[in-house]
């Protein structure tokens, strides 16, 4: 059989689908989120079960995502149609492809209001504004920021015209050249950073926060949100993963492949963590102060170093260059079904959803301002974009994706397209696609909303 290509184009070779994906993978949910929630929901033990799930669950379901884009050559929910159809089943497998088109224009205007207030942090620090700056200025200024729509405004723009202008270039020229060049920076400054966290202050406390094992910290609760998370770190249940699975070329193997940039994820999101914890104990800041945490701790460890500035407007930069490299991807997969369904080009289609995005976006940066008391149920606009997505779209788009390639693909599709050359390997994602993530999604997905109505 010849081997048919995605008319969008394909990566040059397998270390740029890496380097793509790790790029789409690595990006705030490791630098601001991971943190964050870990510091909510009581430390090691979440990190556990987080790590649970992300080889568990999320490793199997990534290897079924790229799986299905390749073969599909198409935009997901192209892909999905094609293969249902080519497996003998509904194409309104497609649903799965819609679900998670959407997802990724909810995650879009979140994370673009958050990318916002880091591109606001690029230019404080190069403007020298936290220099010795105390946690209690650097809370201040982070509530005064969030309280200005205006500003809000103007970083959720630009962001959002970065992130469009690079989509809009297409996979060979836009995505894989933006790739080539953020992704190596990207590494280049985190190293940096590890090198300072790992001689900084109250390294040890921050070293057993994250790992020290406590059962009693542990909620059913936590639970969800590791499960989330495993999905929202890795990009996964939406299709982002699946779109740049559909560009690579064929030769390689996705096994190795999605286990290289499974590692690489986890590694940011615990360097992360080594980087903030310890900054949190040693100001005595509260590590479940929620989104606001990264925000707060590192403009005080910046504030009080020798050149601090420099090297924290390097650190800003860094998160910059992470969050655009996955907001790309978050856009693609809807961006390319536009193309495909209505043959237009992807400077109109980009333009299009840009600016579904940036609305949207609006709502989510006023919920800190204009639109606060606006609630549905307790959460604000903002925490429903992302309770929505990573606590039920994501998961349930994963759980929809683990069933559809563990139970309703040929098997000798799934042999032709994974070639792991150990059967063992074969059998091990086989087992775990088929019984251990679609059970584990169901079954905390189901204690949760039993939960909710005992409550
Ligand atoms: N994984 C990215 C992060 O950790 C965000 C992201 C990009 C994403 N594409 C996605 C999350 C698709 C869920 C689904 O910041």
Redesign the pocket.
Known sequence: MQEKLSIHGAWSNRWVFVMAATG???????????PYITGENGGGAFVLVYLVCILMVGIPIMVSEVLIGRRGRQSPINSMKDLAVESGLSPRWSLAGWV?AL??VM?FSF?SVVAGWVLYYVAGMANGDFIDIGSEMAGKRFEVLLADAETLLIWHSVFVVMVMTVVAGGVSKGLERATRIMMPALFVLLFILLAYSMTSGAFGQGFDFLFHFDPSQLTWNAVLVALGHS???????????MAYGSYMPKKASIGSTVMMIAVL?TLVALVAGLAIFPIVFANQLDPGAGPGLMFITLPVAFGQMPGGHIFGFLFFVLIAV??WT??I??MEPAAAWIVEKFGIKRVPACTALGALVWLLGVACLGSFNFMSDFKIGSMTFFDLMDFA??NIM?PLGGLFIAIFAGWKIKRYALEDELSFKQNFWFSAWYFSIRYIAPVAVAVIFALNLYNKFAE
């Open positions: 789409s993978a690595v990006g705030l949910g490791n630098i601001w989120k991971f998670g997802a990724g995650i994370y999905f929202f770190t890795l990009s996964l249940g939406m299709g982002s993963i994820d992470a969050a996955s907001a991807s978050l997505t990573a994501l």
